[in-house]
């Protein structure tokens, strides 16, 4: 059996280097977590292709033969500091051929420079610039990673609140959501943990929160989200990563409320561990029941 696992690899190297180089700047920060694509295999029959949606640069994958009139809106993990579109186009893709649909991953505006609610802003720009284009709201999903994945659910919260046309679905993978940074797997999956400790996420916390927006906002914190009429929910994450009780307490929270929510926990894995797609055979079964699952309804 091959127990290599390129993700948690990569991870274990960003830690060293964020260990060694403790005042590293934002330029360089930024610049380590690009390579996060590199674990994923190039897709197959996918080309890509920048555009600016809504004001909001970003990535379209656009896989042969996909259905144009359904679109991923995907938003990139990294603490809301970090990664790109460029970072995770590939693991966009993946999806998007996945489900035969396009994907678009936004260059939304990061932390620090830009802190809380920009990122939400951005993402509600890109839905309503896509449904003004003729996209039906029910064929949009908001999807993510980490950060990310914190955006794909408070994206839709805030259309609920604002009363405007709402994703038909929303997938997160490993979702950060806890801005009071006290969930017990942080504790308990520490040293399983390739990446994520309670010191990285606390100074991402302060980057993107500032002294102006509380750890308990709703829609900077979903934890607290009331989940009345959110859309179908499909959460991801690692057995093995510190931030397996975010998922854990998403999927309890969204299920209190009424909401169609399905958990997949991948076992052994690392912090979105689909970053593995083409790699990894529990990432294609995860693929497919991801598949299956966007296809019920």
Known sequence: MNTSDPLRDLYADWSQVMADNPDMSMRLFRAIFDEWHQPTVEPENVTYKEEVIGGVPGIWCLPQGADTSRVLVYTHGGGFAVGSAASHR??????????????????????????????????????????????????????????????????????????????????????????????????????????????????????????????TNPLANPLYADFTGFPRLYINAGSVEALLDNAERLNERAKAAGVDVTLSIGENQQHVWPFLAGRSELVDQELQRIREWYGAS
């Open 90 to 215: 590939k693991l966009a893709a993946h999806v998007a051929k996945t489900l035969s649909v396009t994907s678009f991953v936004l260059d939304y505006r990061r932390a620090p420079e830009h802190p809380h609610p920009a990122q939400i802003e951005d993402g509600i720009a890109v839905i309503e610039a896509l449904i003004d284009s003729g996209i039906q709201p029910e064929n949009l999903t908001t999807i993510g990673d980490s950060a990310g994945g914190n955006l794909a659910v408070a994206i839709p919260l805030a259309l609920i609140q604002q009363n405007k046309p709402v994703p038909g679905r929303v997938i997160a993978f490993s979702p950060w959501l806890d801005m009071e940074n006290k969930g017990k797997t942080l504790e308990t999956n520490l040293d399983t943990d390739a990446l994520i400790t309670p010191e990285l996420l606390a100074g991402m916390i302060a980057g993107v929160l500032g002294d102006k927006t509380e750890p």
